[in-house]
């Protein structure tokens, strides 16, 4: 299958601060790429889906001023959390691909001290 | 009600035997399902589509009952590799996200 990786795979940061978090797709052109984000034993929930030339599009209560996603190819994709707080704690995955085959990043730990 | 409910568990079984988890999702329109697999502090990976008619995989069987919106998986004679949590996915169409279920925790006991 497809690949998609992100970088980096885990990061410990402190409060205030901003976090940028990769996703490319390696073999493959993404018009489309999603961000989600997942708490300990929560299920993935969708954050944005990220278009390639345009501005992303997020999901309800997902604050856009927050969390910053460019597109800027049709191979990389940037979130970045800005002014990070620790309830913003998570694993943060990237994903690639048609909605009937989707290829998901091995995800980024980001811890908020 | 959750647009996609899964038992949480966790499911704990022996070696060799045969588990079965299900899922049920509330938009009727919803058109396909998939079962991905993930294990700790890893990203999900899909383990099967899931058609009306039922498919098979090696060990693993998932069905679809559209009429009361309900999805299965059935995994026979597990190993201890099968231990992972199991998502339930469903996709409303084409233009829309996958919308993942919280899982299933297996863990198979030597």
């Known amino acids: 299958g497809a690949v998609v990786s992100q970088h980096p795979s885990w990061v410990i940061c402190k409060s205030g601060t901003s976090v940028k978090i990769e996703c490319r797709s390696l073999?493959?052109?993404?018009?489309?790429m999603f961000w989600y984000r997942q708490f300990p034993k929560q299920s993935l929930m969708l954050m944005a889906t990220s278009n390639e030339g345009s501005k992303a599009t997020y999901e309800q209560g997902v604050e856009k001023d927050k969390f910053l996603i460019n597109h800027a190819s049709l191979t990389l994709s940037t979130l970045t959390v800005t002014s990070a707080h620790p309830e913003d704690s998570s694993f943060y995955i990237c994903s690639a691909g048609t909605p009937y085959e989707q290829y998901f990043g091995p995800g980024t730990r980001l811890t908020v001290t | 009600r959750k647009e996609v409910e899964q038992d949480p568990g966790p499911f704990n079984v022996p070696e060799g035997a045969t588990v079965a988890f299900n899922c049920t999702y509330s938009n009727s329109a919803s058109q396909s399902f998939f079962w991905y697999r993930q294990d700790c502090r890893k990203e999900p990976k899909l383990l099967m589509s899931v058609y009306s008619s039922g498919n098979e995989d090696g060990r693993f069987t998932a069905q679809l009952n559209r009429a009361s919106q309900y999805i299965s998986l059935l995994i026979r004679d597990s190993k201890l590799s099968d231990s992972a949590t199991y998502l339930c996915v469903v996709l409303l169409s084409g233009n829309t996200p996958l919308v993942f279920g919280k899982g299933t925790r297996l863990s198979v006991i030597a």
């Open positions: 073999d493959f052109q993404a018009t489309t």
